[in-house]
């Protein structure tokens, strides 16, 4: 048995060491050129299938609104800017260097009628290994992960015409007067007012925040899969180009209009008995002790909700100041987030043309 036992070692280190030299030699062919055998190939996928389906068991559950028309939009852009020029889309098929990759990106137009949402979450989140398939830029991000599901799963029945209108809005791929500009404003607007309540309001927000922010985005200090793609490589002077531009667009007004009890109560009061100060004192139009706290009144009510919890969950980096603000978020209840959203959302912004992004112009 002893003899057994050693024949099989030297066996298997005699593999080992055939594989080794196999791989130093450089005999083995890593030409992209050359492809898989369809055998590899097959191999390949059922391992990437089956693992897929084994750890999409460990993604957490979607969220109720998955399939909010505004999850679609937020994500559209973004798909335009960080996947279509591998994957294609339904205004081109994929691109010519796409094609040379080994696997090539599939054309994932269909992808959704065959994973199911907790797979595609997987996959986006964390890619692929060893193809081109990229783990999503900020790793706290799950609502980012989960707007590009819905994404991918209102892609089946979108027509090119419809695809356009999600990804860019009212500029087209002919906008030369900025370019920049142009890139912020497929999901901003030029006037900075966002579109239909995916995007935060720029317009009229304070400048010294708007250049601490995009400074924080351009250094991953802030979170965002969607803005650090949409900030990367751009220099610090274009960012406070642009963030001139968007403080000087009418939209954030600095006295809410409408008193909605409990969200103003909170708001000019605080909740003593939680330790929660006022968030009048910081963000209010008389506070302004320092021009790099936002301006809050009339922004979207969806976004502000939003950025409570991922400051309330840690994931909310942003200005040299951002941790004042972590510190209040931990202690805000979940109902007094929703009320407060809403009180914020409410405020009238001045002298604007319309309710803001909601006019379904696109804009
Ligand atoms: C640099 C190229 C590249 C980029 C950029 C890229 N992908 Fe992929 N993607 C791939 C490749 C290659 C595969 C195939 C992997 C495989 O077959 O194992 C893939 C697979 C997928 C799949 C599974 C498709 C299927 O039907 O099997 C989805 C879904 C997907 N990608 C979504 C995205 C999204 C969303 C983005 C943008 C956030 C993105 N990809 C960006 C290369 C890319
Ligand atoms: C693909 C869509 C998209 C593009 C393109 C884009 N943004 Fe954004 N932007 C977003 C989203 C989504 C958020 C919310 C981020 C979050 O949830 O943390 C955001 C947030 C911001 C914020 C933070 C707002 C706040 O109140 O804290 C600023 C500032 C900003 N964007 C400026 C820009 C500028 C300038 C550009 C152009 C260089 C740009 N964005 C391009 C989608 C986009
Ligand atoms: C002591 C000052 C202070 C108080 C009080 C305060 N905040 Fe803030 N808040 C800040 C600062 C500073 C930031 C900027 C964080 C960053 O760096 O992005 C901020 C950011 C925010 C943001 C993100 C805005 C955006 O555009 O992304 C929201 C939402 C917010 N605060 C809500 C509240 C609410 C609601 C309250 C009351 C419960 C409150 N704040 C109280 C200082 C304060």
């Not at 036992?5 to 083995?28: D, E, K, N, T």
């Not at 852009?77 to 996947?83: D, F, N, W």
């Not at 976004?303 to 909310?316: F, S, T, V």
Request: overall charge neutral; aromatic content about 8%; glycine content about 10%.
């Amino acid at each position: 048995m002893r003899i057994g036992w050693r024949h099989l070692l030297f066996a298997v280190l005699g593999l080992l060491a055939a594989a080794v030299l196999v791989a130093w030699s450089g005999v083995f062919n890593v030409a992209a050129s050359s492809g898989h055998w369809r055998i590899t190939e097959w191999a390949l996928h059922a391992v990437m299938q089956n693992s897929v389906h084994t750890y999409a068991h460990l993604a957490p559950d979607p969220p109720a609104d998955l399939d909010d028309p505004r999850n679609v939009l937020q994500a559209a852009g973004h798909y335009e800017s960080g996947c279509a020029w591998c994957h294609g889309s339904p205004l081109r098929p994929p691109p010519a260097a796409s094609r040379h990759m080994t696997p090539p990106p599939p054309a994932i137009i269909n992808s959704a009628r065959q994973w199911e949402p907790r797979e595609l979450f997987r996959i986006v989140r964390h890619g692929i290994k060893y193809t081109a398939m990229p783990a999503w830029i900020a790793p706290g991000r799950d609502d980012e992960v989960w707007a590009m599901v819905a994404f991918l799963r209102a892609l089946p029945e979108m027509t090119p015409a419809n695809y356009g209108d999600l990804a860019f809005g009212t500029e087209t791929a002919a906008a030369t007067d900025d370019r920049l500009l142009s890139a912020c404003a497929r999901c901003h607007g030029r006037d900075g007012r966002g579109r239909n309540s995916a995007f935060p309001i720029l317009g009229g927000q304070r400048e010294a925040y708007l250049v601490e922010t995009l400074r924080a985005f351009a250094t991953h200090r802030r979170r965002s899969g969607i803005m650090e793609l949409a900030v990367d490589g751009v220099g610090e002077d274009e960012l406070a180009r642009l963030a001139r531009h968007y403080a000087q667009q009418k939209g954030l007004g600095e006295t809410p209009a409408e008193a909605s009890p409990p969200g103003a109560r909170i708001a000019a009061l605080g909740l003593p008995e939680a330790g929660v100060p006022a968030c009048e004192s910081c963000h209010g139009a008389v506070a302004g002790r320092n021009p790099t706290y936002p301006r809050l009144a009339g922004q979207e009510a969806r976004y502000i909700a939003a950025q409570l919890r991922l400051m309330k969950q840690g994931e909310r980096g942003g200005t040299p100041y951002a941790h004042i603000m972590h510190a209040i978020a931990k202690r805000l209840p979940d109902d007094a987030i929703e009320a407060l959203a809403a009180y914020y959302a409410s405020a009238a912004a001045p002298s604007a043309a319309g309710p803001v992004g909601i006019d379904g112009s696109g804009r």
